[in-house]
Structures are given as structure tokens and as C-alpha cells.
């Protein structure tokens, strides 16, 4: 294809038209490569070869493929994308992702961009933790495991379930958070579902007479 010229300027003119989200890096490419051609620079096999990445990424089809996806969002996907977007936020994936899914609630991202924030393994895991009903109920007993990962003085102290918490920091199993209030404490903390266990009965005196 021609790739000076008024040719390129009407093609570059057109790309730029399809192009909606006038933040993103395509726009902002195609826009340097029209203000180029219109000074009169050739473009570089290079930027003809990104030109035909982009022109394809927003082709009838691929057009059409993404009215239909956005037409299919649902509250369903809004809130998956929000867990994992604060998982990732302080982990620092995805940040071009997570900027805009914080920054507007509404915001519908591409199925490639949703697909690659919650598709994987870490964001599966995640969701599960998330999502999956709590181990332990509001207002249910409980008491520390004596693992390592729990502080020392608590280990096998009992504590009350508050609340479960829909923010998740971690991947790993029994990962979903809890505000608990431990047996002879003030104050309620957090912890994850891995730290606890239900607690053991007392066991009933006999009476003897």
C-alpha cells in the first residue's frame, strides 16, 4: 500500500475515526503517523507494520465483536473485575487495567483486557476466595490455629466471628478476610479463614449426685 501521501493521510483519518477511546495508545499512534504524513515523512516498515496491528484490532469484525461483548456486561462481571482489580492494585499488575476499572465503576473493559485480568490462575484463585460462601458465619465462635503464620499469643485463643470481609489480599487458599474479635480483646482484627477453625465444645461437667 501507498504509505505517503493523501492516500495515507485518508486511511490513517479513517483508523482514527474507529478508534473510540481517544486515551488509548492506538489513538495516540495512528494520530502521530497522520501529523507525520502530513508533514511529509514516509512511514517505516515498522509503523506500517504496527498500522496493520492496529487496523485490524479495530476492523468490522472485531468492531462488532466488542458491541456485542459490551452489550453482555453484567453486574455479574463488574464486580469480578472489581475484586481483582484491588487484589492487583496492590500488587501491581495490570495497571493500565486497574487504573480505570477504580477509577469508574462503570467502565467496561475489552474481553481480551477482561479475559487477561481475571483469567488466570492467581485472579481464579482470588475470585474463589472472594466469592465462595464464608467458612464461618457472623457471630460464630472460632479460635486461632497454632500455625506459624499466626502471632504467637493467639494461637488456640478463641475470638468471635464479626463479619466477612469482600476484600481479598491473597491468592492462597482460605484466603477469604474476617474481622473477628478475640475472647478477652477489645479491639477486632483481621484475619484470613486459613488462620481459624471452629471451636472445640466445651465439654459438659457430669453431675454426680
Not at 508533514?39 to 462488532?64: C, F, M, W, Y
Request: with cysteine; aromatic share 8%.
Amino acid at each position: 500500500m501507498d504509505n505517503t501521501g493523501d492516500n495515507m493521510i485518508q486511511r490513517l483519518e479513517n483508523l482514527i475515526e474507529r478508534i473510540e477511546d481517544e486515551n488509548s495508545w492506538d489513538f495516540g499512534f495512528a494520530s502521530s503517523l497522520r501529523d507525520q504524513t502530513k508533514e511529509g515523512r514516509t512511514l517505516s516498515p515498522r509503523q506500517t507494520e504496527i498500522l496493520e496491528k492496529i487496523e485490524a484490532n479495530h476492523s468490522d469484525e472485531v468492531l462488532a465483536a466488542n458491541k456485542d461483548w459490551a452489550e453482555s456486561w453484567d453486574a455479574e462481571k463488574a464486580e469480578r473485575l472489581q475484586i481483582v482489580a484491588a487484589y492487583y492494585y496492590r500488587n501491581g499488575y495490570f495497571q493500565n487495567i486497574v487504573a480505570s476499572a477504580m477509577a469508574d465503576p462503570e467502565w467496561v473493559p475489552t474481553q481480551k483486557q477482561y479475559s487477561a485480568i481475571t483469567g488466570n490462575k492467581y485472579a481464579q484463585a482470588v475470585l474463589a476466595n472472594a466469592l465462595e460462601e464464608p467458612k464461618f458465619a457472623a457471630a460464630s465462635m472460632v479460635e486461632f490455629r497454632k500455625a506459624g503464620r499466626v502471632s504467637y499469643r493467639l494461637r488456640g485463643k478463641p475470638a468471635l466471628i464479626l463479619r466477612a470481609l469482600p476484600e481479598v489480599q491473597t491468592h492462597a487458599k482460605g484466603g477469604k478476610r474476617y474481622e473477628v474479635l478475640p475472647v478477652g480483646q477489645a479491639t477486632p482484627m483481621f484475619c484470613e479463614e486459613r488462620d481459624l477453625k471452629k471451636a472445640r465444645k466445651s465439654k459438659k461437667v457430669k453431675n454426680t449426685k
